[in-house]
């Protein structure tokens, strides 16, 4: 790291790294600029961004205590098949057992660790292989071999779980076990994009970005358009930047939205589209593009036509993987339409937003740079420094409010 890794007295990293030393990571002083007012209210410090214990804290308890998105499970829609997934640096093992349930686990044999299927890789098999020294473990992780040799009898060796839920095609997992229901995270977000019927999608692009900058960066720039008209003139062309309003929000989430211009039928670099709307839109929404963060990493960005997502993983202070995808409707897919409209409008907003943010983070990185003031378009962008320093401040994690959504747990 380039930058100052300060943090709060008596503050140590623990030898296992997870960062939990019990002091908050930034100290009160620093946070205070940040929890004023809108209007009076600053940026985080450099330190937020740059430091390895500032992270090593926030990953473990923003992703190792909590929900968090690993992805739609329609890529696990086949009997058999595993995917190695990544939570923040902890593998986790999703597989679809015979019966067709989900299942998850740590990603690590019992026997000396090896993983048993490499991340961001996917196999399908009638059973769990470690490819180390051969054990073999049924699709519900239960040992079922171990070539040449008798464990001792008692003894569990089964493969760990790991408490998932699904909600709308998406999976989701709570490495601690201990986090307050799914649906309390989701709030009102499952009826604010009911008419969007986000579970019968169909993903038709993926693209993944190595983003050189901090996942807060990425989360802050997501929830402005300030930097949009000159950052983004393709698609400030289609979109109007300024105007819309803020989401009342119940749940773990942020969001507004914006409205299309008048010369615009879509969110395309020519601002043409298939000339199709979701059913279930009224009238002002069909012109909007509702932007949606479920924290504390996944995008969810609506419009009438399709939607785009993007799915952070964290891999260093420094460094995001950021998973882009686009969802349409079964309509468009059946009529073949190309979503290349979609897809090129977004790989170019996709490479003008890491840009910025990766800009950011050198700025931020090199000493000299102090936290300035918030414009009036970045309400939404404190909303999250506010709910950050206070889950700095209490320990953790990022704060729901309220409950409304349904879930089906996966396990
Ligand atoms: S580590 Fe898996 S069989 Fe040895
Ligand atoms: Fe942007």
């Given at each position: 790291m380039d930058g100052p890794d300060r943090t709060a007295a008596g503050a140590r990293a623990t030898p296992d790294g997870s960062?939990?030393?019990?002091?908050?990571?930034?100290?009160p002083d620093e946070l205070a600029a940040t929890l004023l007012p809108p209007g009076r209210a600053r940026g985080l410090p450099a330190v937020a961004y740059t430091s390895d214990r500032v992270f090593a804290w926030e990953r473990d308890r923003f992703w190792r205590r909590d929900w968090v998105c690993l992805g739609r499970d329609a890529t696990l829609a086949e009997s058999g098949v595993q995917a190695g997934l990544d939570v923040a640096g902890a593998g986790v093992l999703a597989v679809r057992d015979a019966t067709g349930r989900l299942r998850t686990f740590?990603?690590?044999?019992?026997?000396?660790?090896?993983?048993l299927v490499a991340r961001g890789c996917a196999v399908r098999r009638s059973t769990i292989w470690c490819a180390y020294h051969a054990w073999v473990y049924r699709?519900?992780?239960?040992?079922?071999k171990a070539p040449r040799f008798d464990p001792p009898p008692d003894t569990d060796l089964d493969l760990l779980p790991v408490r998932s839920a699904q909600w709308q095609g998406w999976l989701f997992v709570d490495l601690?076990?201990?986090?307050?229901?799914?649906a309390d995270v989701i709030g009102d977000l499952d009826a604010a994009l009911a008419a969007y019927r986000p579970g019968e999608l169909r993903v038709v692009a993926s693209e993944e970005y190595d983003v050189a900058a901090n996942w807060k960066l990425i989360v802050e720039n997501y929830l402005e358009c300030y930097h949009c008209p000159s950052t983004h003139p393709e698609l400030s062309r289609v979109q109007r930047t300024e105007g819309g309003e803020s989401f009342p929000a119940t749940g773990r989430w942020l969001g507004g939205h914006l409205d299309l211009r008048n010369?615009?039928?879509?969110?395309?670099l020519d601002g043409a589209?298939?000339?199709?709307?979701?059913?279930?839109?009224?009238e002002d929404q069909a012109r909007q593009v509702r932007y949606h963060l479920l924290l504390p990493n996944l995008f969810i960005t609506a419009t009438h036509d399709y939607l785009v997502t993007h799915r952070l993983v964290p891999v260093a202070a420094d460094r995001t993987r950021v998973e882009c995808e686009w969802l349409f409707p079964a309509e468009l897919v059946v009529a073949d339409v190309d979503p290349g409209y979609a897809v090129e409008f977004w790989r170019t907003t996709n490479r003008q937003d890491w840009a910025a943010c990766e800009s950011v983070q050198r700025g931020v990185s090199g000493g000299g740079y102090r936290p300035g003031p918030l414009a009036p378009h970045e309400d939404l962008l404190h909303a999250f420094l506010v709910r950050l320093a206070a889950a700095y401040q209490s320990g953790g994690p990022l704060s729901s409010t309220g409950s409304a959504a349904s879930t089906e747990p996966a396990r």
């Open positions: 960062g939990d030393w019990g002091g908050p990571p930034l100290p740590r990603n690590a044999c019992r026997h000396r660790g090896h993983e699709l519900d992780g239960s040992l079922r601690s076990g201990n986090a307050p229901p799914l010369s615009a039928t879509s969110m395309s589209g298939p000339g199709w709307t979701f059913p279930g839109l009224d």
